[in-house]
């Protein structure tokens, strides 16, 4: 099977060298080749140029993107896509007054999720996050980390990890699975938040290692939940068991969750709505990816992620939809890109090197996704008509998206 896209406007975040990350100014960045072609055969990008070297190359389907931007697919490094129903009654709660904390503190927020999780098949929960995850495809999005968390105990846990091996399996888009091991305090424990640490270090990872799903390991490090004494207890045991750490850091009060992420080697820190000086230091000849998770403070009102202050200070940045049923029930990239430049003030260029190269790297896989680049596997956009690719944030809100190829297929 071959693809060849011609007449491409712009062929944009081209790469002849795979780079696996873009940091502080290069993020402003953004290689690209006008009147362009780009050759997929099978599962892998092959070749790209101008429409000059174009002649002779044929392919069973051609593609004409006159007065279109073909990039990268979307890379998601953050959701909780695996979820049963929805907490829409809460969203109206908060819109007549209530908290995010208020209606977690009352036994809602992640605790509502589980309990719904726990009642729900394994089929019924695969089919609701399959779902979720065609639509963020048929998006733009290519490669998603996906979470568990809403279990709260081994068994609904596990579960999880089976939904998203299934999913896996069977979807086109790379998937990264996430043991998150400690997201919420049972109500069972609220008395006694150290027996389930306990558990979740004694049982919760050991059975989770055996399972071999997941790589990585997540904590929700922030007052209420977990401590950092508790992330630190908790990551040490995954780091035992084989699991990278990427965790929850920062969304609500700075803890000292980054420093620790970066001394246990997380592959990335999450939210960072508040951010401080000594973060920023912990982040610096670290190779941890900071991720900001804007439609997260959209939704809840909260602020959003200093994202000017982390790339000016020299370090790179993602961003992801943290798509999940309480703080963020959205698994579409272009409003996060749309959102990164009009709340977090950047650039374009750094908006796409946010939600494209780096993103892939805070899932580990920027050595095969995130750029086009030859060899890369062929996760492609092809945008509607525009001028230039500055039109994909500008437009928020709207669908930018014409045609997607995932896995070097056409999707539809
Ligand atoms: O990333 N912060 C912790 N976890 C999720 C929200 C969980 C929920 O409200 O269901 C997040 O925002
Ligand atoms: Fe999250």
Known sequence: ????????????????????????????????????????????????????????????????????????????????IVYAGNRVSEFVDRINGLSYT??????????????????????????????????????????VEIKTGYGLTVEAELKMLKVIRRIKRDSLARIAPTLLAAHAIPSEYRQDKTSYVNKIVKELIPKASALRIA?????????????????????????????????????????????????????????????????????????????????????????????????????????ATDYNPGSSPSGNMNFVVSSACIKLKMTPEEAINAATINGAYAMGFSNMYGSVTRGKKANIIITKPMDSYAEIPYAFGHNPIDTVIINGQLWT
């Open 215 to 319: 790589k990585y390991i997540d904590v929700f490090c922030e007052e209420g939940y977990f401590s950092v004494e508790d992330t630190k207890q908790i990551l040490e045991a995954g780091k035992k068991h084989g699991f990278i750490p990427k965790i929850h850091v920062n969304q609500f009060n700075i803890l000292g969750g980054v420093a620790l992420g970066v001394e246990h080697n997380a592959l990335s820190v999450d939210h960072l709505e508040e951010l401080n000086t000594d973060d920023i230091k912990a982040l610096k000849n670290s190779d941890t990816m900071p991720v900001a998770l804007p439609g997260c403070s959209y939704f809840l009102g909260i602020p959003y992620t200093p994202a000017r202050q982390i790339i000016d200070a020299g370090l790179p940045l993602a961003i």
């Open 102 to 143: 208020e209606i977690a503190n009352r036994g809602g927020g992640i605790l509502n999720s589980a309990k719904k999780l726990q009642n729900t098949s394994e089929d019924e929960l695969y089919k609701q996050s399959v779902k979720r995850l065609n639509e963020m495809i048929s998006m733009g999005t290519g490669a």
């Open 1 to 80: 099977m071959s693809i060849l896209i011609k007449n491409i406007k712009q062929l944009i975040q081209v790469h002849e060298n795979n780079v696996l990350i873009v940091k502080g100014k290069d993020m402003k960045k953004l290689p690209i080749i006008e009147n362009a072609y780009l050759y997929i055969q099978d599962d892998t990008i092959v070749e790209f140029g101008t429409m000059d070297f174009c002649e002779g190359i044929d392919a069973e389907t051609v593609i004409d993107a006159t007065g279109k931007i073909v990039l990268p697919s979307w890379c998601d490094s953050h959701t909780h």
